[in-house]
């Protein structure tokens, strides 16, 4: 059974950073590629990053490139998404996802709110 959790969400004050975790479980980690979407009240959800198996290929969204950087670590069966320079509307819950035979794996989400 695979299973995603997601920690290190919070409260942050804009211009500050945050490190979100997703740990993977029941897959072999690294040869499934990761992403990282969020959303926000009233909004649909969408993808912030995603990071390819082998960890080589990434993409952003255009509204986060530039401040926020996906990494993972096969060894510990772990992505990260490093926020910097966040902003107001950076406020969503943020999950990690995989696609493992065909289905679409979710996290349960972590809170980051943006706000001083």
């Known amino acids: 059974q695979v299973r995603l959790v997601e920690s290190g969400g919070g409260l942050v004050q804009p211009g500050g950073s945050l490190r979100l975790s997703c740990a993977a479980s029941?897959?072999?980690?690294?040869?499934?590629?990761m992403s990282w979407y969020r959303q926000a009240p009233g909004k649909e959800r969408g993808l912030v990053a995603f990071?390819?198996?082998?960890?080589?290929?990434?993409h952003y969204a255009g509204s986060v490139k530039g401040r926020f950087t996906i990494s993972r670590d096969n060894a510990k069966n772990t992505v990260y998404l490093q926020m910097n320079s966040l902003k107001p509307e950076d406020t969503a819950v943020y999950y990690c996802?995989?696609?493992?035979?065909?289905?679409?794996?979710w996290g349960q989400g972590t809170q980051v709110t943006v706000s001083s």
């Open positions: 996802k995989t696609v493992v035979g065909g289905n679409d794996y």
């Open positions: 029941g897959l072999t980690f690294s040869t499934y590629a």
């Open positions: 990071i390819a198996a082998a960890g080589g290929s990434t």
